[in-house]
Every structure is written in structure tokens, then in C-alpha cells.
């Protein structure tokens, strides 16, 4: 099984930066994609950006230029760094671990950016 330990959400204005990270743990060797999902309230989980195992990355629309998606697979951790931050990229985001045969998600983190 795998674990996703997400962490780096939190309350940022307008215009600013936030990274968050996702610690992955247990048995992470085969061969998966990771993204990044986020959920406002009253709308549909969405996909935010994923990177796969060759490093291929694909993102949304709505947060290209502004989002980059990472890893380290040395530490086994799944980064987001998100600039230009607006209003409506507040939401709870979710760490994603999936293969063919598996799919594990985190917890959650929330993202709050307000004035």
C-alpha cells in the first residue's frame, strides 16, 4: 500500500506563492502517475496537474504559466508550486497516487487565497 502525506496549504493573498508537498511512503515502485486534484465547495473535484514517471507533465487550463508540478524522487515527494495565486484557486487539494491496478489519495490541503 501507499501513503500520501500532503502539507504546505494555508491562507495567501492575491498575487502570491505557495508550494505544497506530498511525502509518499510504502510501496511506491511501480511504475504510476502523481497529480495534484482540488475541490472548491459546491464544485466537482478537478484536475489540477499531474507528472509521470518519465516526467512527462500536463496541467489545466486555468493554471497554466501560473502552477509547476515537481518531484523528487530521491525524497519520494511530489511537489506544486503555485504563483500569481488568485481567489478562485481556493479549494481543498488532494494528492494523487495511481497505476494500472492502484489508486491512493491524501488527505487533503487547503488552499485559501483572500484579501
Known amino acids: 500500500q501507499v501513503q500520501l502525506v500532503e502539507s504546505g496549504g494555508g491562507l495567501v493573498q492575491p498575487g502570491g506563492s505557495l508550494r505544497l508537498s506530498c511525502a509518499a511512503s510504502g510501496d511506491t515502485f511501480s511504475i504510476s502517475t502523481m497529480g495534484w486534484y482540488r475541490q472548491a465547495p459546491g464544485k466537482q473535484r478537478e484536475l489540477v496537474a499531474t507528472?509521470?514517471?518519465?516526467?512527462?507533465?500536463n496541467y489545466a487550463d486555468s493554471v497554466k504559466g501560473r502552477f509547476a508540478i515537481s518531484k523528487d524522487n530521491a525524497k519520494n515527494t511530489m511537489y506544486l508550486q503555485m504563483n500569481s495565486l488568485k481567489p478562485e484557486d481556493t479549494a481543498v487539494y488532494y494528492c494523487?497516487?495511481?497505476?494500472?491496478?492502484?489508486?491512493?489519495w491524501g488527505q487533503g490541503t487547503q488552499v485559501t487565497v483572500s484579501s
Open positions: 494523487r497516487y495511481y497505476t494500472r491496478t492502484q489508486d491512493y
Open positions: 507528472i509521470t514517471n518519465g516526467w512527462n507533465t
